[in-house]
């Protein structure tokens, strides 16, 4: 048996379309959907991302600058990076039919331009969205802002420059240094929320979350979805966590959403960079 074929008929064939493993943040999502599901047979009302920030709110090491950040990460899903100095949100209180409402203007991050027909650009360079105040953070911001007598708030953290050893850094570095500091943070109240839960509660779950949301929402179609998480293609959307439409849910900070731009148009749609959801808060 010189080409070894009994051997070869022995070992285990090799796995030709091995299943790609989730996301650690669609594997934590799934398992705080499991959580409040299980909450909600005693507490019909329980939401796990109300009960995150009720135990935020209670932290005594968390300023009213990090408490902003964090409500901007779950009101809009950004990244992390685009709350650094270098880009920032923008959030404007304003008024709509009678509702208090923010708008979110957010630079992109992972940008890029078209560099010829065949190579198209990626990520949107700016985008807004529109909501009216409904869920616990999104009111929190709204009375944040309203308290600082100003209608107008820039939410950014600062880089650090050098390293402690002072070692000068790049600004890519200081970038993701800063990723990785809110991600502790974010991981540190998620622990104090759900000290059962084996998952980190990270920045990124909260934008799965939101894209979940938006895709149960009949109203929003995958266009809006993708301009809202600052992308050129509704390709990217099977990357982001599941759809709640399984579970007939719909969700308070999709439902708070009312209008989404964004700088390019969203690929495979005719409309343009203009998406409104309705200026008539009881629009379906």
């Not at 409040?36 to 300023?63: G, I, Q």
């Not at 929190?140 to 802002?145: F, K, P, Q, V």
């Not at 820039?154 to 000068?168: D, H, Q, V, W, Y």
């Not at 007939?248 to 731009?261: N, P, Y």
Request: net charge positive.
């Amino acid at each position: 048996d010189p080409e070894h074929r009994a051997l070869r008929r022995k070992q285990p064939k090799e796995d030709t379309n091995p299943k790609k493993k989730p996301a650690p943040a669609i594997v934590a999502l799934r398992a705080l959907n499991r959580h409040e599901n299980n909450k909600r047979k005693m507490h019909p009302t329980y939401c796990w991302r109300d009960h995150f920030w009720k135990t935020a709110l209670t932290d005594d090491y968390v300023s009213a600058q990090r408490y902003a950040i964090i409500a901007t990460l779950m009101l809009t899903g950004c990244r992390p990076v685009e709350l650094s100095d270098r880009l920032g949100v923008t959030v404007e209180l304003g008024e709509a039919n009678g509702e208090s409402t923010l708008t979110f203007t957010v630079k992109g991050a992972k940008t890029a331009l078209e560099s010829a027909p065949e190579i198209e650009g990626k990520g949107q360079a700016l985008r807004s969205i529109g909501m009216i105040c409904q869920s616990p953070e999104s009111i929190w911001l709204r009375d944040h802002i309203a308290q600082s007598g100003s209608a107008r708030l820039e939410i950014k953290e600062a880089t650090t420059p050098r390293s402690p050893t002072g070692m000068l850094l790049s600004s890519a570095e200081q970038e993701r240094r800063l990723t990785v500091s809110l991600g502790k943070l974010m991981t540190r109240l998620g622990a104090r929320a759900f000290p059962k839960q084996k998952n980190n509660v990270t920045p990124y779950v909260f934008r799965h979350v939101l894209a979940a949301d938006m895709r149960a929402d009949e109203r929003i179609s995958d266009e809006i979805i993708a301009a809202c998480l600052g992308q050129q293609s509704t390709r990217t959307l099977q990357h982001y966590g599941g759809s709640n439409r399984g579970r007939k849910l719909r969700s308070v900070r999709s439902q708070q959403i009312i209008r989404v731009t964004a700088s390019s148009p969203i690929r495979r749609q005719k409309q343009g960079p203009f998406y409104d959801l309705g200026s008539d808060l009881g629009a379906n």
